[in-house]
T-cell receptor, first 113, second 113 residues
Framework: SQTIHQWPATLVQPVGSPLSLECTVE??????LYWYRQAAGRGLQLLFY??????ISSEVPQNLSASRPQDRQFILSSKKLLLSDSGFYLC????????????FGPGTRLTVT | QKEVEQNSGPLSVPEGAIASLNCTYS??????FFWYRQYSGKSPELIMF????GDKEDGRFTAQLNKASQYVSLLIRDSQPSDSATYLC?????????????FGAGTRLFVKA
């Protein structure tokens, strides 16, 4: 069965510091991968998605970037965090078959101070 | 701008009642429709998906889809306090970069014991 991991689970970083969040998927090949952010009490904002190694689509202009160095690895980065980057970061993978449902990792709660 | 709209709630129902959650979407080309449950502080969990007009039942949950009206609903029968959560409606559409899922902001459900 498929499993998706995210780390770290929680993170407190000062404004202006760098960021690296990692997501890995097990038990599937060539998945579509997604990064979302959820601000407190808000819906899911799609940040990036990837349909293959090295292929990244950005949804919103911001100080974040994403990379997919391996088939089942997706990384979210920032060179300098802003206060507004605080939130719950969720990685998801999509089953590319009949129904195309997404499955989420456990998430990383980021607080920028 | 493709949108998915949900009543934010909170929707409060007594234990044992039927909870009815509704969602409308703007993209007529949408192909797959999903309901996720999100407990406070946790990541979303897929509970139902539907892609054909009509009803789909899974245990106490029934998803209903009306593509002509661009309307999706979720019925929860015999509601339990453990069903108290935020329910996210999600809609899938094909874009040039692949399948993309648009999420509603969610409806908070409270089931009173």
């Amino acid at each position: 069965s498929q499993t998706i991991h995210q780390w770290p689970a929680t993170l407190v970083q000062p404004v202006g510091s760098p960021l690296s969040l990692e997501c890995t998927v097990e038990g599937t090949s060539n998945p579509n991968l997604y990064w979302y952010r959820q601000a407190a009490g808000r819906g899911l904002q799609l940040l990036f998605y990837s349909v293959g190694i090295g292929q990244i689509s950005s949804e919103v202009p911001q100080n974040l970037s994403a990379s997919r160095p391996q088939d089942r690895q997706f990384i979210l980065s920032s060179k300098k965090l802003l206060l507004s980057d605080s939130g719950f970061y969720l990685c998801a993978w999509m089953e590319t078959g009949h129904s195309y449902e997404q499955y989420f990792g456990p998430g990383t709660r980021l607080t920028v101070t | 701008q493709k949108e998915v709209e949900q009543n934010s709630g909170p929707l409060s129902v007594p234990e044992g009642a039927i909870a009815s959650l509704n969602c409308t979407y703007s993209d007529r080309g949408s192909q797959s429709f999903f309901w996720y449950r999100q407990y406070s502080g946790k990541s979303p969990e897929l509970i139902m998906f539907i892609y054909s007009n009509g009803d789909k039942e899974d245990g106490r949950f029934t998803a209903q889809l009306n593509k002509a009206s661009q309307y999706v609903s979720l019925l929860i029968r015999d509601s339990q306090p453990s069903d108290s959560a935020t329910y996210l409606c999600a809609v899938n559409s094909m874009n040039t970069g692949g399948f993309k899922t648009i999420f509603g902001a969610g409806t908070r459900l409270f089931v009173k014991a």
